[in-house]
């Protein structure tokens, strides 16, 4: 549930951000408390209008956050179960929609977990699904949390942090070889310095082991030259973050269960942030929404084993100039909508 670029700058330096970079599903900004700033919701709108809410329908949020587009489902009636595994979105949300009472779920868990937490909760079928592939605000600008550079923070990069048998990015950056290294920054964060950055890595910890964020940022910094307004570091971060959480796994797994759990009608709506995760979205929804396969090798079409979907608009749905003014980070956001279809 992006997806993927963490986001930051150098201590006292001009990097900027990078607006492609980060998703925000978090409450709106007024409804800032003590555990942290959650910005605005997405393209709030689209979504609402893509999943159909209403009273009696039973939709799941796959990536709650600060609940912001939970409580627009649940303002339309819907009954929602929300999935975060971080346990500080969970405890945040679950007071801010409290007023809903029974009508909102809380659920502790990566959304790859989908089919096995709500069928031990009875639920057999959704009439909505809706991912939102960003990293929280909360996440980014918490320094402990170690997502960004922009402060000084453990090099932590864990989604669910009170997991302790997930590696660390310390843990990548400090014990895998060089070569394991550069091909993650290479094929998650498509950096081209990623066997340069690799080696320099090697060679740093052998004497210093990675610590903290902004230890790794300026190793970087040092190593890869200026390329315009971002950070050296933005695409190592974004791939150590993908690999620490298993993001692009994650997604495979979830995109292969939610036929399953989508009942005949069922809407669902993902955002995306990043040329990774959408391509994966993108080919996901045109494999099931062909109803007949061709081969040139074949002597006629036969039929497609995962039709599952139809395709409610072909292209993807774009943030409009507004709401890019008003939330900035939703620049790079493309929701991308399918509904089930009947079962034969």
């Known amino acids: 549930m992006n997806f993927w670029s963490a986001v930051g700058a150098g201590r006292g330096r001009s990097w900027a951000a990078d607006p492609t970079a980060v998703a925000s599903e978090s409450s709106d900004a007024g409804d800032i408390t003590p555990m942290g700033d959650y910005h605005a919701p997405v393209m709030p709108d689209e979504c609402i209008a893509a999943l159909q809410p209403a009273e009696g329908k039973v939709i799941a949020d796959l990536t709650l956050g600060g609940g912001g587009h939970t409580e627009r489902l649940l303002e339309a009636g819907a009954t929602v179960y929300g999935f975060d595994q971080d346990l500080e979105a969970i405890q945040f949300a679950s007071e801010r929609l409290a007023r809903f009472g029974s009508r909102f779920i809380p659920v502790h868990s990566n959304f790859c977990g989908i089919e096995r937490e709500l069928t031990l909760r009875g639920v057999e079928h959704l009439d909505g699904v809706l991912i939102d592939l960003g990293v929280s605000s909360r996440q980014l600008d918490a320094p402990e949390r170690g997502f960004s550079f922009m402060r000084e923070g453990p090099l932590d990069m864990r989604m669910d942090a009170n997991d302790p048998t997930m590696q660390t990015a ?70 150590l973050r993908i690999a620490v959480n298993h993001e692009m796994s994650v997604l495979e797994q979830t995109l292969d269960a939610l036929p399953r759990m989508l009942g005949d009608g069922g809407r669902l709506a993902i955002i995306t942030f990043h040329s990774l995760e959408d391509r994966m979205v993108k080919l996901d929804f045109r494999k099931r929404s062909q109803e007949m396969l061709d081969h040139e090798s074949w002597p006629e079409p036969r039929p497609n084993p995962d039709y599952a979907y139809r395709l409610v608009k072909r292209k993807p749905l774009l943030p409009t100039d507004e709401e890019i003014r008003v939330n900035p980070r939703s620049r790079s956001a493309k929701v991308r909508v399918a509904e089930r279809l009947p079962r034969k």
């Open 170 to 239: 310390a843990d990548l950056v400090n014990t895998w070889e060089a070569e394991e290294l550069a091909r993650i920054f290479f094929q998650y964060g498509e950096e081209k310095f990623s066997r340069k950055i690799a080696r320099e890595i090697v060679s740093y910890r052998s004497l210093h082991p990675f610590q903290t964020t902004l230890e790794l940022a300026d190793l970087i910094e040092r190593v890869v030259p200026k390329r315009g307004p971002k950070h050296p570091a933005t695409r190592v971060f974004q791939a």
